[in-house]
């Protein structure tokens, strides 16, 4: 029994010297002071919406985050994710004004089932419930300085 408890801790002290401290934790990443921006909650008409944009806070390292990152619990409603803007412009990396207001900003790609030709007002209460739930998810991430719906209209 000894020689088990022995060698269970030197293989928990040896996954300790490989397993980064805070892994998966990528708020380190970022100014966590940096102000939040809130949701006004407005889904506006005639709009078809199936795209999320994320501000992050200020970071102190440019990473690429994944949706894992994100920990959102309805992942069945994301198809992707993609950067607007992932690293500053190399040419105004020296101007402090830039630099102090530079974020990384990213597309939240969603889709919400419709076999509806003509949206009800009852699918759209769906819509915006379902919209509202991951919007109020990603506003509880303390790395995310502000989530916009990017709305673009049906032709």
């Given at each position: 029994?000894?020689?088990?408890?022995?060698?269970f801790f030197?293989?928990?002290?040896?996954?300790?010297?490989?397993?980064?401290?805070?892994?998966?934790?990528?708020?380190?990443?970022?100014?966590?002071?940096?102000?939040?921006?809130?949701?006004?909650?407005?889904?506006?008409?005639?709009?078809?919406?199936?795209?999320?944009?994320?501000?992050?806070?200020?970071?102190?390292?440019?990473?690429?985050?994944?949706?894992?990152?994100?920990?959102?619990?309805?992942?069945?409603?994301?198809?992707?994710?993609?950067?607007?803007?992932?690293?500053?412009?190399?040419?105004?990396?020296?101007?402090?004004?830039?630099?102090?207001?530079?974020?990384?900003?990213?597309?939240?790609?969603?889709?919400?089932?419709?076999?509806?030709?003509?949206?009800t007002d009852?699918?759209?209460?769906?819509?915006y419930g379902?919209?509202?739930?991951?919007?109020?998810?990603?506003?509880?991430?303390?790395?995310?300085?502000?989530?916009?719906?990017?709305?673009?209209?049906?032709?």
């Amino acid at each position: 029994m000894k020689r088990f408890t022995a060698m269970f801790f030197v293989g928990v002290f040896c996954l300790a010297l490989f397993i980064p401290a805070g892994c998966g934790n990528v708020s380190r990443y970022f100014d966590l002071s940096d102000a939040k921006v809130l949701w006004d909650g407005k889904i506006y008409e005639g709009t078809r919406v199936d795209t999320l944009v994320i501000t992050l806070k200020r970071p102190k390292k440019y990473v690429r985050l994944k949706i894992d990152d994100f920990h959102i619990k309805s992942k069945k409603y994301i198809k992707g994710l993609d950067y607007i803007i992932a690293e500053p412009n190399k040419e105004l990396i020296e101007d402090n004004e830039y630099m102090a207001n530079f974020r990384q900003r990213l597309f939240l790609f969603l889709y919400i089932p419709s076999e509806a030709t003509v949206i009800t007002d009852k699918e759209m209460e769906e819509r915006y419930g379902i919209l509202s739930d991951i919007i109020n998810q990603l506003e509880q991430i303390d790395f995310i300085k502000e989530v916009e719906i990017e709305r673009s209209t049906d032709s």
